[in-house]
C-alpha cells in the first residue's frame, strides 16, 4: 500500500486506517525512506523556514484542547502593538525570512481593518516576501478583504474531519461545517491554503486519523500542518495523555505520500516533546520550520499547551543554529518565500 501511495495511487479510508493500525518500525522506515524521495522530487534538500509572530492570545473561542481558551482565567492576556508586529517583520527580514506567519486567537480588537492595514505595511516594508494569516474562522467577506490587502496564504486546520469527533474537541458555537465552509472560501479566493490536524487528540482512533488523509486528499491543501496534542493544564483536557512522536512522524510521511507537493512543516509541538522533533520531522517528510519571531517577552504566554518550546533553538534569533542542524542531517535552510511548487511564480 505504501508503494501504491508512492506511485501516485490511491488509497481507501480503510487502507489508510490499517496502515496506521499495523504500522511499526520496518513499515515507518520504509515510509519515511519513499517520503524523503517524494519531497526530494519536488524541492530537493531545500528546508523553508516561516517566521512565527504569535501577535494576540485574546480569543473568543472556547476549544477543549487549547490553553488560551477564552474560560482559561489563568491565561496571561497580551496583544502586540501594530508597531511592534511591524517591528517583528523588520527583524525577521534581516534574518533572512521571507515568509511571516501572523497567527493568534480570535480577537475582535484586530477587526478587518486593523488586519489589513497591517498586512499592507508587511507588504510595503518586507518587499518580496509572503504573508500568512492563521486567525481563525471569518466570513467570506473578510477573508476577501485581508486578500486583497496581500495576504497570500492562510493557515486553519480543519482539526478532525470526523463531525461527531469535533463536536467532542469543541463547544457547541463551533461546527465541522462552518470550519469547512472557511476552508473552501479561502481557496475560491486564491489563497495558499493550510490546513491540518492534531495527532493523538482525544478520542481520536486510526478511523478518525484515516478520514483525516481522506479530507487531505480530496481537499489539496498547499499545506498540512501537523502536531502531536499536547494536554494544557487549564483546559478540560488537562489530564489526557498526550500524541506520540512515533505516531506524529508516521502521520508526516502518510501525508508526504499523499501530496508529494505539499509544504509540510515540522511543528514547534513535535519539537516540544522531543528535542530532536524537528529533524525527525523533517527525515520523516516535512520541509517547514516557523521558528518564533515574536518579543521574546510575550513568547511564554502563547501557551497552547504546558512546555511549549519558546526560549532555544526554536527562535528566529537562533536561525544560525537551525541551519546548522538541518545541515548536519542534509538539508539547507534557505532564504525564499517558499511556495507551493504548483504555483510558485519561478
Ligand atoms: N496541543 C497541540 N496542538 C494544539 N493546538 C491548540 N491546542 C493544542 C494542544 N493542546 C493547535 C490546534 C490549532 C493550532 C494553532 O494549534 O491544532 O489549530
Keep these: 500500500m505504501i508503494d501504491r501511495l508512492y506511485g501516485g495511487g490511491e488509497l481507501s479510508r480503510e487502507e489508510y486506517a490499517y496502515l496506521i493500525r499495523n504500522r511499526g518500525d520496518d513499515s515507518a522506515r520504509y515510509l519515511f525512506s519513499l517520503a524523503a524521495k517524494a519531497r526530494e522530487r519536488y524541492y530537493g534538500n531545500k528546508i523553508y523556514i516561516r517566521g512565527l509572530i504569535e501577535f494576540t492570545n485574546y480569543c473568543k473561542n472556547d476549544c477543549f484542547y487549547c490553553g488560551i481558551r477564552r474560560s482559561n482565567k489563568n491565561a496571561d492576556r497580551y496583544r502586540l502593538e501594530v508597531s511592534e508586529i511591524l517591528d517583528c517583520c523588520?527583524?525577521?527580514?534581516?534574518?533572512?525570512?521571507?515568509?511571516?506567519?501572523?497567527?493568534g486567537g480570535e480577537d475582535g480588537y484586530f477587526n478587518d481593518?486593523?488586519?489589513?492595514?497591517?498586512?499592507?505595511?508587511?507588504?510595503?516594508?518586507?518587499?518580496?516576501?509572503?504573508v500568512t494569516l492563521s486567525v481563525g474562522e471569518k466570513s467570506r467577506g473578510s477573508y476577501q478583504a485581508y486578500?486583497?490587502?496581500?495576504?497570500?496564504?492562510?493557515?486553519?486546520?480543519?482539526?478532525?474531519?470526523?463531525?461527531?469527533?469535533?463536536?467532542?474537541?469543541?463547544?457547541?458555537?463551533?461546527?465541522?461545517?462552518?470550519?469547512?465552509?472557511?476552508?473552501?472560501?479561502?481557496?475560491?479566493?486564491?489563497?495558499q491554503v493550510g490546513t491540518g490536524f492534531m495527532v493523538g487528540s482525544p478520542y481520536q482512533t486510526a478511523d478518525e486519523l484515516a478520514m483525516d488523509m481522506m479530507f487531505i486528499k480530496a481537499f489539496q491543501p498547499h499545506m498540512v500542518g501537523i502536531g502531536p496534542f499536547v494536554p494544557h493544564h487549564d483546559t478540560p483536557f488537562g489530564n489526557e495523555k498526550a500524541g506520540t512522536l512515533e505516531l506524529t512522524l508516521f502521520m508526516l510521511g502518510l501525508v508526504r505520500l499523499t501530496l508529494p507537493a505539499a509544504l509540510l512543516p515540522a511543528t514547534t509541538a513535535l519539537g516540544t516533546i522531543d528535542p530532536e522533533g524537528r529533524e525527525k520531522g523533517v527525515l520523516a517528510g516535512a520541509n517547514v520550520v516557523m521558528p518564533n519571531l515574536s518579543p521574546p517577552s510575550v513568547?511564554?504566554?502563547?501557551?497552547?499547551?504546558?512546555?511549549?518550546?519558546?526560549?532555544g533553538c526554536e527562535s528566529a534569533q537562533s536561525v544560525?543554529?537551525?541551519?546548522?542542524?538541518?545541515?548536519?542531517?542534509?538539508?539547507?535552510?534557505?532564504?525564499?518565500?517558499?511556495?507551493?511548487?504548483?504555483?510558485?511564480?519561478?
Design 299 to 311: 513568547r511564554k504566554k502563547y501557551q497552547l499547551y504546558d512546555n511549549k518550546i519558546c526560549t
Design 320 to 346: 544560525d543554529d537551525l541551519r546548522k542542524r538541518m545541515s548536519r542531517i542534509g538539508y539547507d535552510v534557505v532564504v525564499d518565500r517558499g511556495d507551493a511548487v504548483s504555483i510558485s511564480k519561478n
Design 147 to 191: 486578500f486583497d490587502a496581500g495576504a497570500d496564504r492562510y493557515l486553519l486546520r480543519h482539526e478532525t474531519a470526523d463531525v461527531r469527533h469535533y463536536e467532542k474537541l469543541h463547544p457547541k458555537e463551533l461546527s465541522a461545517e462552518n470550519r469547512l465552509r472557511c476552508l473552501h472560501d479561502l481557496k475560491e479566493i486564491g489563497y
Design 90 to 103: 523588520k527583524e525577521g527580514f534581516e534574518l533572512g525570512f521571507r515568509t511571516f506567519v501572523l497567527q
Design 113 to 130: 481593518e486593523r488586519l489589513c492595514r497591517i498586512v499592507r505595511e508587511i507588504k510595503r516594508l518586507c518587499p518580496g516576501c509572503a
